[in-house]
């Protein structure tokens, strides 16, 4: 069993401010997902970072087991362990104490923690899995950490990890680029999620990556009306080739992607 920081995730007791603090925030689970390229990953990770920089516990869930993230999050040498998501959903039966130890923990930040498949591995690495272990994951890292957001495959026909976070979710950023492309590949998929718990209103269309030249008026074509715009900033996506997603946006082609992320924080979760 890992030793954990001192007021890690796992030990931090609330304060006076802690208890104030938390009876205003939203306090759930957010799965972001979208159409390929459209920037899951990348808008997953920035909105788990901004909660962690505010020093409220955020767990990162990375669903692709087809082509691993977490390689792309940080440098090896940033994390303080390396467990796999599949070893949690091998299992018979998915439990705290399992997911806790198989969470991987990052060196700099104490409030941030990830899971998800490593370097190597596939979907076929560990045995299959069903609906059961799925949910028992996701009410498990409800009682592990008051935030959780998860960076939730494209393709989810047979991806039960990814189908079973959306509908169980608090809410959905839906991303799309302003492409007839996206608008199509959505428009394919979201009959798949044909059930009673896949609530419409828990949704927020996105904007993503773009362009300078891509004017209000081409996206409310693509898209319709959209409740935020991710603009496309050369250094993240400097960041994304680099695999330091974990990195901090500091030039001036980042401000307006830094503060929509700021903005999404702010809706969904009150931070």
Known sequence: MLNFKKRSIFTRQPGEEDIQMEQELQKGILAVWGSP??????????IAKHLAQQKQNVVLLLCDMTAPMLPCICPPSELECEHSLGSIL???????????????????????????????????????????????????????????????????????????????????????????????????????LRDSKWDADKQYKVASNVKSHEAGEQIGHALGSVAFTLT???????????????????????????????????????C
Request: aromatic share 6%; hydrophobic share 40%; glycine share 6%.
């Open 37 to 46: 390229g459209s920037g899951k990953t990348v808008t997953a990770v920035k």
């Open 90 to 192: 091998a299992a018979a039966h998915v439990t705290e104490a399992l997911i806790k130890h198989n969470l991987v923990t990052l060196k700099k930040n104490k409030y941030l923690t990830i899971l998800g498949m490593k370097k190597g591995e596939n979907e076929y690495t560990y045995p299959p899995y069903e609906q059961v272990q799925v949910k028992e994951l996701l009410n498990g890292l409800r009682a592990i950490a008051p935030f959780v957001v998860v960076d939730c495959g494209s393709y989810i026909a047979n991806d039960i990890l990814s189908a079973v976070t959306l509908m169980e979710a608090d809410n959905v950023l839906r991303l799309a680029g302003a492409d007839l492309k996206s608008v199509s590949y959505l428009s394919s998929q979201l009959p798949l």
């Open 232 to 270: 496309h900033s050369q250094e993240l996506e400097e960041q994304y080739l680099a695999g330091n997603l974990l990195g901090d946006l500091s030039l001036k082609d980042s401000r307006l992607f830094r503060r929509e992320i700021e903005k999404i924080s702010k809706e969904v979760f009150g």
